[in-house]
């Protein structure tokens, strides 16, 4: 009786999975899937602001062409939120099918804005094979993004963390704290500095200070009005109001990326410099574009983890293929080299136990780096804060001081 009723389960979910499929306008198997994606175009709108992350795209490229005949077009952004607004203008001007973008690199509130105004095709994980090898359990990330639920609308392809990356040969004893961040630039003004606001490393550092200054921290992960936002972020303002001025250029100027500031610590002007990288400060020394003396250090309450997605507009001319890409992402192959300490250096999406031993050996003999700090060093995760905070965190910045 009991297998009975477990097989007429099974037979209802994929029936359930058929009648989506066909509804979706996709072919009911992934074979299917295969051949139609076989000679699309696939533009992935992707932030292009780092030198790995890009040659990491173009690899991946080379491979699904490889693989599976699909042409990957790496269509570089500055923003995320340019391709959003594409999209926002083609269903305005009724452009139901056949839109420009296939797939997008997305998390956070530019997720949110799109599963919000129904700009998002899906659910769609369940259709890729690679998405059972995914950690959701152990990295809930990976299904909750910025505590919004992905369900099936977005696959994850890559974890990021907060770190602080510092010269020691200048800097022995870096700040472990929020508090301790200010008493060090007190007595070392114009050696730190952030990213622009828009930019999602500048946004970052006021919301990793947050989670410190806040008297409620567990108050993040939920949504906040404005009058409540302007009275629980006032210890953050006062805490920047002194940092301020300390930042290098008396925080008048800011670097446009984390490049940019990248670039500033190695030529000796910022000492410590803030990643979404662990392994920023690795690959930074094998390039040769940091100094080897670069180190890594997190704060001791815990930093802000998140995870990288990749998202199909409701519209995207060629589905597809966008599959195909979204699938490839999370093959053990792909998830190692993206891992490698010498090109991105960010940590799996994967749940290493579900992998057959030959997959498990290419983690394993990838290389930790002298400035990469181990899983227990990283320490505590803390989770990204709920969209509406960071989109008042800008507002309220861009209202005290742009000009």
Known sequence: MIAALRSL?????????????????????????????????VYWNAWAGDEPTNAFIAWVGRRVKETAGVNLVHVKLSLTAEAVSRVVAEKAAGRHEGG?????WINGENFLAMKEQGLLFGPFTHRLPHFGLVDTAGKPSTVIDFTVPTE????????ARIVYVYDAARLPRPPRSIPAMLDWA???????THPRIRNFLGSTFLKQALYELIDDPGRLVRPVGEEEFLARSAPLWRWYEELKPLLWRRGEQFPESGPAMRALLADGEIDIMISFNPNEATAGIARGILPPTVRTFVLERGTIGNTSFVAIPYNARHKEGALVVADFLLTPESQARAMHPEGMGNPTVLDLDRLAPEDRRRFAALPRGVATLSPEELGRALPEPHPSWMNRIVAEWERRYSR
């Open 9 to 41: 389960t099974v037979t209802a979910a994929v029936f359930a999975a058929l009648r989506l499929a066909e509804a979706q306008g996709l072919p009911p198997t992934w074979e299917g899937i295969l051949e139609r994606a076989r000679g699309q175009d």
């Open 100 to 104: 420009s973008i296939d797939l997008i």
């Open 152 to 159: 099936g609308y977005e696959s994850p392809w890559r974890m």
């Open 186 to 192: 007190r007595a070392n003004p114009g050696r730190i």
